[in-house]
């Protein structure tokens, strides 16, 4: 990469981690589109899985008791298999329509933060089954499996303290998952993805920190549509990109 990329680089990863330092989610969704306008998504899935994994090491030991554990137990079991489907895709598909895909995948997403939709009534455990399908398979494709979490869990827990230390404790476990899933497909063997991420590792507990530190200054709606904005960017630069 040129020195104008690596400086681009840095500051995605010190906005896509000061959103999660504040959320507790985010990351992949804002680091993954971004980066994969200049880098390989091959490259840009697995350096943010390891990121996201360390940064919720961080946020999850932080939050440790107040996760919500009977909701991640109902989650886990069929995350693991969408994310074994999602790593295979990763793996064999071509990379425009991916990129197409994740364009209107960030695209919807950033629709529903613009538009703060959410729900009051907590929804059926039922929906667990579906969510952590979707979930695990859009992480596995693109790194960025959040939202059918975070929408799920909006409708279950209320409060933003034990929504984050939740979402932490998920994105955890499955990065686990992922992490192993990866390294059977061969996408964890490259030595330059180890060292971009021990590189960025700085500017990711940094932002992390900074994040936490105005953690409880934004309203969750504030905070719902700064992150759809920068997803909708996100969405019309991939799609541009791929096309």
């Known amino acids: 990469m040129s020195l104008e990329h690596y400086a681009i680089a840095a500051l995605i990863v010190l906005l896509a981690y000061f959103i999660r330092g504040i959320t507790g989610f985010g990351s992949g969704l804002i680091a993954v589109p971004l980066l994969a306008l200049f880098l390989p998504l091959t490259f840009v899935v697995p350096l943010i ?70 729900g009051e009534k907590p929804v059926s455990r039922w929906w667990a089954i579906p969510t952590a399908l979707a979930g695990g398979t859009v992480g596995g494709l693109f790194g960025t499996g959040g939202p059918p979490y ?30 192993v899933t990866f390294f059977i497909a061969g996408l964890l063997l490259a030595q330059h993805v180890w060292w971009s991420a021990l590189g960025t590792l700085p500017l990711m507990l940094g932002a992390l920190w900074l994040g936490g530190r105005v953690h409880t200054g934004l309203t969750p709606a504030q905070m719902t549509r700064l992150i759809g904005i920068l997803l909708l960017v996100a969405s019309v630069s991939l799609t541009v990109k791929a096309l």
């Open 49 to 118: 899985l390891l990121m996201d994994f360390t940064a919720s090491l961080v946020l999850g030991g932080l939050d440790f008791k107040r996760v919500q554990w009977q909701e991640v137990g109902a989650l886990i079991p069929f995350s693991i298999l969408g994310v074994v489907v999602g790593t295979q895709l990763l793996v064999n598909l071509p990379v425009t329509p991916m990129l197409l895909t994740l364009a209107a995948f960030i695209f919807v997403f950033a629709i529903r933060s613009l538009l703060n939709i959410k």
């Open 150 to 179: 975070v929408i799920y869990l909006n409708h279950r827990i209320h409060d933003k303290t034990l929504l984050r230390a939740t979402f932490s404790a998920l994105f955890f476990i499955e990065g686990g998952v992922r992490i």
